[in-house]
């Protein structure tokens, strides 16, 4: 999946991150690679699963421990068609200090006006932090709530969209978002998009020709193709 | 434009910024991209716009949002004839902490003593901090007055200059600046170049043959060739 | 070895880092390359010592002038089966200021609860801070103790393991950590992974399927190739 | 000269810096390049300058306005047969703080103890900031003193050395040291290298051994032929 890609490219994801989309034609089911680092996923990795996260297909193919994540954020979020779980390196300070994490720049609006932390350790104490059975994932899917992202304490996060296209935007700008804000706060007391503002964007700063123009610029940034 | 390459392989800009210039023979139109990311702009990409931001020949082709930025500038600043629009990550946090962003080394001379910071919500209120409409183009050109550069607030800045070249190298350096003064600003007390210097610096740091071996330097370190 | 070269892809090591591996059929013997910087190491450089750090083939080429690390953690260590001594320039502040380096995400656990600081000073006084007598690895490996990593100070650290992918996978992480920890410090008071999720983790993310996903991406990331 | 493309390669210098050795068989004489950006320079840009900083053979090519500072270095110390002079981002922060810039690992010895700052203002007032004049180089000189490396205010810095590689040593290691100092001062009180231990590496550190290990290691990783 080029959106794979794209985050690997950009250090969104890592060895371990992870992106999905849900099925165009069902609903209740989901795309996700095989257990492979996003970098090099190629269109034969691609397996489905159910919102139970049982891959559909038996194989002897090793899958994703996480897949959890994906599987109960599509059904608790009818409005999600997409799901990346990063280890962006930038954001988690965020996640082990509470700091404010909400967008100072315009292009990172999706983030949203505030984004929930999700500490493991409230409900299932000590663990290896992975979300690996689904009662996790529903946890997480209701810590998310409505918003776009969440912070995973000692972890990473996750970022929803309503298209791929949406998530890799979301993604790339949380991530920038989270650069710019940790030197900010060095500098002194920080100016926030305000929630007129971040709500004015939503409005338009998705449109397909904005998504489409990054689209084009970090496809052609990619250094490596898989195939 | 070779200028856009510069600047996109050096950071200045993403995939949102853009760089125009004034007509060289009709100093009321502007040339600029047709809406495309700086890395891939090519010669064909170019189009003329009037300096009310109206493009002179009408085709299909989507055009930047923003060009109200241009035109208006190149209006109220006879003395401007190249103008970039950029999101560069360093100069962020200072468009929203209000922190001084002078010079701290001689290359940056061209940012000016001061940079005023334009701020779309005193007059526009909650916007998507877009520069959309010409009347916001003439509100920012009123704040960057005679000055080089302005900060935007939530959103990056322009930077101004009577040539391509002078405009590409004092965004370079305006970026340089921006991330070691925030590197010093977390050591101690700063000395920044005095206005003194700034001015001496004004008369000969602008030569040709400085540009020129910026120019031939930087040239040689693009990666991509958009052709 | 193309741990070597992972290594330096990924800055762990420089031009003066090294890795090595404990014999497989000789546990009293040890194989490291010949003085080289990892990033150039190709088998042909690979040569055996002793765990007195005495290469067993004598032959013109120079040595590591710091093998003595190798050797004597080697014999202190049965379960240690590779090592990697290295300058990580983001773990250098942690040994000079003595701040606590500890893990703050999951893939990180492997550091472990606490990472000694080995001050060359304490026994030796003044020296040029490299070991390169057998004394000298002999406290190194008294101060690493059972860790499975320890800092130096004022030069950088080794990182052990029972494999060599597992000092890969920890230097890599451990460098990670140590940049989004400091980061974190700069933003306020700092939540790192308990001891019980580390315990938890040391069950879990050390199998084979997670570090082969891990060595498959970076070996693909690998920009220049030896031979 | 490839120094030049190495120190280019690693941001020691960028379109403005350069590098310069004492002629091998006139001692007052020194070879620098013609006006050129140091990743570029080739054979054919090197030409042959008095200690008084005027070219030996008259042509019509650009020179560096700032050949200044090699000249008078050159006369003012006749154990120096190296020089380069730096804008690397890194240490401009400690000129403009004036920070103590002094080693925190053992292969950052060489930048010594204690490096002075050069303030051309205290002399020469409000200039550009450039050593455009032999008086300028003198005093530059007498500042730097019996030291190896000189911070300039606002501007960069000079490196100097017994020969070409150890130049570009110490320069490579300066950065590196300002970089992990910036992050370790954001951590808490820093142990510094003691003077015995600058001592005792000063012995040892230059061997050529380390310093070929480090130069084909460098060598190898410039992307760039500029040839």
């Not at 315009?106 to 690996?132: E, K, Q, Y």
Request: aromatic content about 8%; hydrophobic content about 45%; glycine content about 8%.
């Amino acid at each position: 999946m080029p959106s794979d890609l794209v985050l690997a490219n950009r250090g969104v994801v890592d060895s371990f991150g992870h992106v999905s989309m849900r099925h165009p034609d069902r609903p209740d089911r989901y795309l996700l690679s095989r257990s492979r680092a996003p970098y090099l996923v190629v269109d034969a990795d691609i397996m489905e699963f159910t919102l139970e996260n049982e891959p559909v297909s038996h194989d002897e193919r090793a899958l994703y421990a996480e897949r959890a994540i994906h599987g109960r954020i599509y059904a608790a979020r009818p409005d999600v068609a997409a799901i990346c779980h990063k280890h962006a390196p930038a954001t988690i300070p965020f996640g082990v200090t509470g700091t404010d994490l909400r967008p100072i720049f315009h292009m990172a609006w999706a983030i949203g006006a505030s984004i929930p932390i999700w500490d493991i350790a409230d409900r299932f104490g000590d663990t290896n932090v992975l979300v690996t059975k689904n009662e996790m994932g529903d946890h997480l899917a209701h810590t998310l709530g409505s918003h776009r992202v969440a912070r995973m304490r000692g972890h990473g996060g996750v970022v929803t969209g309503a298209t791929l296209r949406e998530v890799v935007f979301t993604a790339v700008y949380l991530q920038a978002n989270a650069e710019s804000l940790t030197a900010a706060i060095g500098l002194g007391p920080v100016l926030y998009l305000s929630e007129g503002e971040i709500d004015a964007a939503s409005h338009t700063l998705f449109e397909p020709l904005l998504q489409n123009r990054a689209r084009e610029n970090w496809a052609a940034q990619i250094v490596f193709d898989a195939e």
